[in-house]
């Protein structure tokens, strides 16, 4: 078998997902819950189509007889992510998803072990900040001998989609969180610290990102701190509902994404290296189908994975104008 489907197809960013999928000429079955869109979408890519819902375990195996690799772009993660992987996990399919919270990635660490005994992968995260930021934290872990400590930061800029808008107010009281002695603990919401992404410092907020695992997970390094500074409209306000889809092309063309991270040593030198790519929303598609390109053609490690830690530091600089410099590196200094 040799099938790709996208459950989610006609959202947002599940809709460009097919696209890319269909011009990479990928063999694509096209899912998720509602018949209308589906149906459309599937004429205008010459896709199949399948409509099934996620409480009914019977008919997502049903769906999965003849699929390979499932790619996840339905949100809320919380909601859907469990009986996807699952269903992944009973079937022999392997599962990629385009999550930002941290739901996927503790459930994929939960699921780890049946996953390798069934020979399913599950890589959450396979396009989007995890693969920006992980692929970013691998090139600058490389780069030192003995990393301690690590702290990354994403500048999101401009709008959100409605998709993200309603996931994200749905996790806004979630804790803080930082990855210590190799375990998540609390630290106070509201911290800041400044963060060059290569026109001067700016100040970047603390947030639990999945990074804080995938980071943790590929790289070893006992030490992560995540932020996040954003410009434009990223967070917005009021009648969620009423939001467009999400940005337009000409919006994400306008609205490039960046981030930086600073690696520690255990004597105090810090390396410092930043990443400049397009929009997170083009990103993402693009990212999510290359990796899914890479698994049918077989690069596959059953269990939990990353897209750094399966196909390199080097991934995300293969998707789209992505680049990864590095900054100065000082010795024996402290954050």
Do not use: W
């Not at 107010?169 to 800041?192: S, Y």
């Not at 467009?244 to 000409?250: H, R, S």
């Not at 790519?277 to 993402?284: A, E, L, P, Q, R």
């Amino acid at each position: 078998m040799s099938k790709l489907m996208i459950y989610g197809a006609s959202c947002y960013s599940g809709c460009m997902a097919a696209e890319q999928a269909r011009a990479a000429n990928l063999t694509l079955v096209l899912a998720g819950r509602s018949q209308g869109p589906l149906a459309r979408l599937a004429e205008m890519l010459s896709a199949d189509h399948r409509v099934f819902n996620l409480s009914d375990n019977d008919a997502i195996d049903d769906a999965l007889a003849d699929v390979s690799v499932l790619l996840n772009c339905a949100g809320p993660y919380m909601d859907t992510a469990e009986p996807l992987m699952r269903a992944a996990i009973r079937g022999g399919v392997h599962y990629l998803d385009i999550a930002a919270k941290l739901d996927s990635y503790r459930l994929a660490g939960e699921l780890d072990d049946a996953a390798q005994a069934a020979g399913v992968m599950l890589l959450p995260g396979s396009g989007g900040s995890v693969a920006m930021l992980g692929c970013l934290a691998g090139h600058a872990v490389f780069r030192v001998g003995n990393p301690q400590k690590l702290a990354i930061a994403l500048h999101v800029a401009g709008s959100m989609s409605r998709g993200s808008a309603v996931s994200a107010n749905r996790n806004l009281v979630a804790e803080t969180l930082r990855l210590h002695r190799g375990r998540l603990v609390p630290r106070p919401a509201g911290e800041t610290v400044s963060f060059d992404f290569g026109e001067g410092a700016v100040p970047c907020f603390a947030v639990t990102l999945p990074d804080l695992i995938t980071i943790g997970r590929a790289t070893g390094i006992p030490e992560v701190e995540t932020y996040v500074h954003v410009s434009g409209a990223a967070f917005p306000e009021g009648d969620l509902a009423s939001l467009p889809d999400g940005p337009n092309a000409a919006e994400r063309d306008a609205n490039r994404y960046q981030a930086a991270v600073e690696v520690t040593t255990q004597d105090g030198t810090i390396v410092r290296s930043i990443l400049d790519t397009v929009n997170g929303y083009s990103f993402t598609p693009m990212a999510a189908v290359e990796s899914a390109r890479r698994v049918l053609a077989g690069e596959i490690c059953p269990g939990f994975q990353t897209p750094a830690g399966l196909f390199g530091a080097g991934f995300a600089e293969t998707i789209a104008d992505t680049r990864i410099v590095d900054i100065e590196t000082l010795e024996g200094s402290t954050r």
